[in-house]
């Protein structure tokens, strides 16, 4: 039997760094397939408080791509909270006066993993140390899964319409995404695993590379 512990392997990858991970406050907005593979990523690599909010119960569709989706009808931040020791659960909308109330001053990053335009318009404006996803719904091939700035991700008619939205608003600053190239394939809300999962870990891994610079 091997000898360690949880974090042994991300401990050997990481060295001394591994506690800024222990340190960090992290906000994960959004607890589905993009949102909840992100949160139980970070989760399983210690960072030290995710705070996961999301106002949704498990339903049999989300089956095909949400992790612990077989716990229908159960609140999808209490299911996650109740995994993992290191996740707060917030089972709210994300919505104007939510944020008034709420300090998000606090965390060292805020993840933005909801497909609400107008929550993610709010979220772009009160957080300085934002990432986001776009559209991972409609897509089936990962290799398209990419990063960059908000300003020059291309492909996808949801970052269009988000940009026109950010301009509307007035903001001018610039933060990462995560964003497919592929057109997408279907009208209707399609999904596959094999994307949306990806996008997660994309966001957990640039989550985990931006507190380790900062």
Same mark, same amino acid.
């Given at each position: 039997m091997q000898s360690g512990d949880r974090f042994s392997r991300i401990k050997s990858l990481l060295g001394d760094d591994f506690s800024l991970l222990q340190k960090a406050k992290i906000l994960v907005c959004g607890a589905g397939g993009v949102g909840g593979i992100c949160a139980d990523t970070l989760a399983r690599s210690g960072v030290g408080e995710i705070v +996961? =909010?999301?106002?949704d119960s498990f339903e049999i569709t989300n089956q095909n791509r949400q992790l612990y989706s077989e716990a229908c009808g159960v609140a999808k931040v209490e299911e996650f909270a109740s995994r993992y020791e290191n996740i707060k659960g917030i089972?709210? @909308? =994300?919505?104007?006066?939510f944020l008034n109330d709420f300090d998000i001053s606090r965390f060292d990053l805020v993840i933005d993993a909801i497909d609400d335009m107008r929550a993610k318009i709010l979220l772009a404006l @009160? $957080? %300085? @140390? +934002? =990432?986001a996803s776009m559209g991972s719904a409609k897509r089936l091939d990962a290799t398209q899964v990419k990063v960059d700035s908000v300003w020059r991700? $291309? *492909?996808? %008619? &949801?970052?269009? @319409?988000?940009?026109?939205? +950010?301009?509307?608003? *007035? &903001?001018? *600053?610039? &933060?990462d995404v995560v964003f497919s190239s592929e057109t997408p394939r279907c009208k209707e809300l399609g999904s596959f695993m094999g994307v949306t999962a990806v996008f997660g870990l994309n966001l957990a891994s640039l989550a985990v590379r931006k507190i380790l610079k900062s």
């Open positions: +996961l =909010i999301d106002c089972n709210e @909308k =994300i919505s104007e006066e @009160k $957080s %300085p @140390k +934002l =990432i991700c $291309s *492909g996808d %008619p &949801f970052a269009r @319409k988000y940009r026109y939205e +950010l301009r509307k608003a *007035g &903001f001018s *600053g610039d &933060f």
